[in-house]
C-alpha cells in the first residue's frame, strides 16, 4: 500500500474533494471519482444496480474516511472549502437514522465488500423522512414507537444531487401515478447520494436515495415517502413499493447509469421488471400504448427482461411477501400494466390479490435463497422455480464488525497478515490455537469488549434510575431498583447476549419459558449469568411487542427465584452501534427462532467474528456454522425441512420441546466456563470461530459467490481475487 498517497501524513486534504456536474463530493480523489463514474456510464453496462427498501451502513460503526484523518490527525481545516466537510464529518450533528433490521444491514455490508473489493455497483433505496422508529421502553406499557425526525440537509457525506443543466437547482426525477380512473399525476423526487467508500479510499459505491416528500407531491405520495415499512394501509404499503421500483429506471437515466445488471435485495423493487417489461413491450409494438400485446408477447418480453435481473428471496415467513389486493394496485398503476401482473403476479392462494414474491420469483436469471437450509425452503415453497434457485449464504463486513480491541491482537499476529484485505487469511488462525501469548492477547480483548458493554449498561441503568423521579416512564430494568455504586454488573459474569428484531417466529422469551426449572440448574450450581437483551417490534406487530413486555415481565422473578444469580436486562432502541458492543462483549450468542424460519441470521456472524462462540437453534446460518461443535452448541428441534410446518401461530411454535432441550444443554455450556480446567475449551472454540468461520460468513466471499450470478466483465487480476474469495466456500453445496 505504500504506493497510495492517502497513507501519506502529508495528505492535502484538498485532494479528497471530487466534483461533477450532479454536486461537490468529499472521500476520494477526483481520478477515482471519476473512474467509479466512468464503469457505471459506460456503454457497456459492466455494472450492477443493487435495490433495496432499506440500507444500514451506520457511520459511527464504520468510517473510512474519518478514521483516516484522525490517523493522520487533520481533523479540522482553516481552508473554508475544506471545512464545510471537516466540520461535518466530525461534529454531525446527525445521520441516517438507524433502519429496520437484518435486511438493511446485510444490504450495507455488502455494499461496503462491493467497495473494497472494487466491484462496480450502484444502489438505489428510499430516503425516509421519518425513519423507521425510535423505540422506548417502559416497563408497564412495553414498547413505545416515538416518530425519529432528522435532517438529511445536517448529515455529513449525504449529497443533495443537483440538476446539471441548472445547478442551483436539485435534481428532479418524474415518476407518472395513476388512479383507479387510469387518470395521470406525476411525482417527483430528488436525489440523495450516499458513498460508501472503501477502506483504502480508493473506490466507492454510490447509493441513491429517492426522496419524496417533496411539498408539490401529491400528500398520498409524501405519506408514503415518510416512514420505512408504514404498513398503516395497504395502499400506503404497496405506494411506498412502487415508488422504489419505478423510481430505478428514471434515476438511472438522469444520471447516465447503464448497467446491464439489476439485483433484487428482496422483492420489495420488483415494480421495476414490470417498467422494463413495459418498455420491451413498447418496442415490439412500436407505440405507447401497450395494452393490446398479446400474452405471448408479454411472456416474450417478460424473458428478455428476465436475463437482466438477480433476485434474491430473503425469508420463509409469509409477513415478509408482498401481496396486495388488485383493487389496491389499480389504484396506483395504468391499466395496460394489469394484463402483465395477471400474468406474472397471480396468486394462487387469492385471485384477488397480487403476489410480488411469485413475480419476482418468475422474472429472474438467478434466484438464491440465504443459506443451505433456506434454499430447502424455497424449494418447498416454490416447486416450480426449484431448479433455479441456489443458496448464496448470507456473510458480514468483517471490517465492520470485528471489535477494534480485537483487530488490535489479529494485527499483532504474523500469521493474519493482510486480514483486512482477505479473510480468508483467517483459516490459519487454527495455527495460533496452541499459541499462549496469542490466547492471553484475544482473552483480553475479550474481557476490554465486555468491559466496555458493561459500562454502557451500568451507566444506562444508573441513569434510568436517576430519571425515575423526572419523567413518566418507568423504567425498563428491574435491576434500575437496585444498582448503586456498590451493587453493578460485574462484566466477568457469564453473559448471553440475544438481540434481532422482536418477530414472533423469533421466539425472544424461550428461554424463560420455565424459569423455575433455570433457576434451579443456576442455583444447585450457584452459576451467575446475565442476560443482554435488545431489539424493537414492528410498530404494528403486536404479538411481537407483548413479546417484548413479556421480556420486561420476567426480570423481577428471575432475579428473585436464581437468589440474585440471574439477571436479564433489556437494552431499548436497538441499533447497529449497540449490535457492535453486544456481539464483541456478550461470552454467548443466543438464537432461538423456529427452525426453520430464520432464513439465514446475521447477528450470531458478528459474535463469531470475534470469536464468540453461538448457543442457538440448528437454523440459518448456524446449521453451517456448527461445525460438530467445534464452535459453540446447539439445542432444540433438527426435523427434515420438507416435512416442517411453516406457520407462525401461537401453537406451533414448540416453545416446551425447545425450551427443555436448551435447559438440557445449559449445564454443559456454564460449567465449560467456570470450571478452571475446562474453561481452556471454551476459549478453543472461540478460536475454532475465527478459523472456521471467518472465512465463510464474510461479504467479501458473498459478494464473490453473487459475481458469479452478475456475469460482470473483471480484470484478470480481479477476476483471481474474487475466485479466491469465491473459492473459500460453496454455499450451495
Ligand atoms: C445484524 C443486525 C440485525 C440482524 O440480526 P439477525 O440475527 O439476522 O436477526 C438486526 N438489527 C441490527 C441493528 C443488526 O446489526
Known amino acids: 500500500m505504500p504506493q497510495n498517497p492517502l497513507y501519506d501524513s502529508d495528505l492535502d486534504l484538498h485532494s479528497l474533494i471530487a466534483k461533477n456536474s450532479f454536486g461537490t ?55 473554508s472549502a475544506l471545512k464545510q466537510f471537516t466540520k461535518k464529518l466530525f461534529y454531525g450533528p446527525e445521520k441516517i437514522p438507524c433502519y429496520g433490521g437484518g435486511l438493511g444491514v446485510l444490504a450495507g455490508d455488502s455494499l461496503k465488500s462491493f467497495a473494497d473489493c472494487r466491484i462496480p455497483v450502484v444502489a438505489v433505496s428510499l430516503l425516509y423522512r421519518y425513519g423507521y422508529f425510535c ?7 412495553g414498547q413505545i414507537c416515538q416518530t425519529v425526525d432528522w435532517h438529511p440537509e445536517q448529515v455529513p457525506g449525504l449529497y443533495l444531487l443537483r440538476n ?33 467508500v472503501n477502506h483504502s479510499l480508493d473506490f466507492f459505491v454510490p447509493e441513491l436515495l429517492l426522496d419524496f416528500s417533496l411539498l408539490d407531491n401529491p400528500a398520498p405520495i409524501r405519506d408514503a415517502a415518510g416512514k420505512l415499512y408504514n404498513s398503516d394501509s395497504s395502499f400506503i404499503k404497496a405506494t411506498q413499493r412502487r415508488m422504489l421500483g419505478t423510481g430505478i429506471l428514471p434515476v438511472l437515466q438522469a444520471l447516465g447509469i447503464t448497467s446491464n445488471t439489476l439485483h433484487l435485495n428482496e422483492q420489495h423493487g420488483v415494480v421495476v421488471a414490470l417498467q422494463l417489461i413495459a418498455e420491451e413491450l413498447q418496442a415490439t409494438l412500436k407505440h405507447a400504448d401497450f395494452s393490446q400485446a398479446s400474452d405471448e408477447q408479454i411472456m416474450t418480453a417478460a424473458d428478455k427482461v428476465s436475463r437482466r435481473l438477480v ?12 401481496r396486495f389486493d388488485k383493487s389496491v394496485y389499480a389504484g396506483m398503476s395504468h391499466k395496460s400494466c394489469r394484463h402483465i401482473l395477471e400474468l406474472l403476479a397471480h396468486d394462487v392462494d387469492s385471485p384477488h390479490s397480487y403476489n410480488f414474491t411469485t413475480f419476482a420469483m418468475r ?69 495460533l490455537k496452541n499459541n499462549s501469548r496469542f490466547r492471553t492477547y484475544l482473552s483480553r480483548a475479550w474481557a476490554k469488549d465486555s468491559s466496555t458493554l458493561y459500562d454502557y449498561i451500568n451507566s444506562m441503568l444508573l441513569q434510568h434510575r436517576n430519571q425515575m423521579t423526572s419523567t413518566w416512564i418507568d423504567p425498563p ?11 453493578q454488573l460485574d462484566p466477568a459474569i457469564f453473559t448471553i447476549g440475544f438481540a434481532r428484531r422482536f418477530s414472533t417466529y423469533k421466539r425472544a422469551d424461550l428461554v424463560f419459558d420455565n424459569i423455575d426449572t433455570l433457576c ?70 443466543l438464537n432461538n427462532p423456529k427452525r426453520p424460519l430464520e432464513a439465514s441470521g446475521t447477528s450470531g456472524m458478528k459474535a463469531a467474528l470475534n470469536g464468540v462462540p453461538n448457543f442457538s437453534i440448528m437454523d440459518g446460518w448456524w446449521a453451517e456454522g456448527y461445525h460438530d461443535g467445534a464452535t459453540g452448541w446447539k439445542f432444540g428441534h433438527e426435523g427434515p425441512v420438507d416435512q416442517a410446518d411453516l406457520s407462525e401461530s401461537p401453537e406451533t411454535l414448540f416453545y416446551t420441546e425447545d425450551s427443555a432441550s436448551f435447559y438440557q444443554k445449559l449445564p454443559a455450556v456454564l460449567d465449560e466456563f467456570y470450571e478452571d480446567d475446562s474453561r481452556s475449551r471454551f476459549l478453543d472454540k472461540a478460536i475454532m470461530n475465527l478459523s472456521l468461520n471467518i472465512p465463510i460468513f464474510n461479504t467479501h466471499r458473498m459478494a464473490a459467490e453473487y459475481l458469479n450470478k452478475y456475469k460482470l466483465k473483471l480484470s484478470p487480476s480481479l477476476q483471481r481475487k474474487m475466485d479466491n474469495f469465491a473459492a473459500l466456500y460453496n454455499s450451495n453445496q
Open 520 to 589: 434451579a440448574i443456576l442455583v444447585e450450581n450457584n452459576w451467575p449469568v446475565n442476560f443482554i437483551f435488545s431489539g424493537k417490534a414492528h410498530p404494528a406487530d403486536e404479538p411481537g411487542k407483548s413479546v417484548i413486555k413479556l421480556i420486561l415481565d420476567y426480570q423481577e422473578e428471575l432475579h428473585t427465584k436464581s437468589k440474585g444469580l440471574a439477571n436479564l436486562i433489556f437494552i431499548p432502541n436497538y441499533d447497529m452501534q449497540i449490535a457492535k458492543m453486544m456481539v464483541a462483549g456478550v461470552h454467548i450468542w
Open 164 to 196: 446539471p443543466q441548472n445547478p442551483e437547482e436539485p435534481l428532479h426525477i418524474q415518476i407518472p401515478f395513476f388512479n383507479e380512473y387510469d387518470q395521470e399525476t406525476i411525482a417527483s423526487a430528488q436525489v440523495w447520494m450516499k458513498m460508501e
Open 135 to 141: 423505540q422506548i421502553v417502559d416497563s408497564k406499557i
Open 311 to 322: 433476485y434474491t428471496i430473503h425469508t420463509p415467513v409469509k409477513a415478509g411477501h408482498d
Open 363 to 431: 422474472v429472474n436469471r438467478a434466484a438464491n435463497s440465504v443459506s443451505r437450509l433456506h434454499r430447502d425452503v424455497t424449494h418447498k415453497q416454490f416447486p416450480e422455480a426449484a431448479g433455479k434457485i441456489t443458496a448464496i449464504t448470507n456473510g458480514v463486513h468483517h471490517l465492520t464488525w470485528i471489535s477494534d480491541a480485537r483487530a488490535e491482537v489479529f494485527d499483532a499476529f504474523s500469521e493474519l497478515d493482510n486480514w483486512r484485505e482477505d479473510p480468508g487469511v483467517f483459516q490459519k488462525a487454527a495455527l
Open 477 to 487: 430494568n428491574y435491576y434500575s431498583n437496585l444498582i448503586d455504586s456498590d451493587n
Open 25 to 79: 463530493f468529499f472521500g476520494v480523489p477526483q481520478t477515482v471519482f471519476d473512474q467509479v463514474w466512468q464503469n457505471l456510464t459506460a456503454k457497456d453496462g459492466n455494472s450492477v444496480v443493487y435495490i433495496s427498501m432499506e440500507i444500514g451502513a451506520d457511520p459511527d460503526v464504520f468510517h473510512p474516511i474519518k478514521d483516516r484523518l484522525i490517523d493522520i490527525e487533520r481533523t479540522d481545516s482553516m481552508d
